[in-house]
């Protein structure tokens, strides 16, 4: 992770790419109520350091289309956890959604995955579902 955002921005100091690989490796993970708190121990870690997210405005853009072409509101939030998803999954080899049920998992899902399409990056979209696997015996 590091290393990529290196390469990426070959420029940037060493400890801000060491905080945004911190952030951006677990920022997506915490409910709203730790934000502040991880926010407030990313600053005590590298202070006068900047923590703030490298924004995805085209796939930003691109959520917010998805989401009217589907009949929904753009909201802030939604479009917010459909970055984070992309992120998480630049980073990881593989990601579960977990949430309440009517939480907007699928509607996170699809929205990046139709985002992602807008942008000209194919995606291709396998949902399994756990209970429908065989056990081991």
Do not use: C, W
């Amino acid at each position: 992770m590091a290393g990529q955002l290196k390469r990426g921005s070959p420029d940037l100091a060493e400890k801000s790419v060491l905080m945004r690989a911190l952030r951006d490796m677990n920022a997506p993970k915490f409910v709203a109520e730790d934000e502040p708190l991880f926010k407030g121990l990313i600053g005590d870690l590298f202070p006068g350091l900047d923590p703030t997210r490298v924004p995805q405005e085209n796939l930003a853009k691109a959520a917010s289309k998805a989401l009217r072409d589907k009949a929904y509101k753009p909201d802030f939030k939604q479009i917010d956890k459909v970055v984070q998803l992309y992120e998480t999954m630049q980073t990881r080899h593989t990601s579960m959604v977990v949430g309440p049920t009517g939480g907007g998992k699928s509607v996170v899902i699809n929205t990046l995955k139709a985002a992602q399409d807008e942008l000209k990056l194919p995606t291709k979209l396998f949902i399994v579902n756990p209970k429908a696997q065989p056990t081991p015996p």
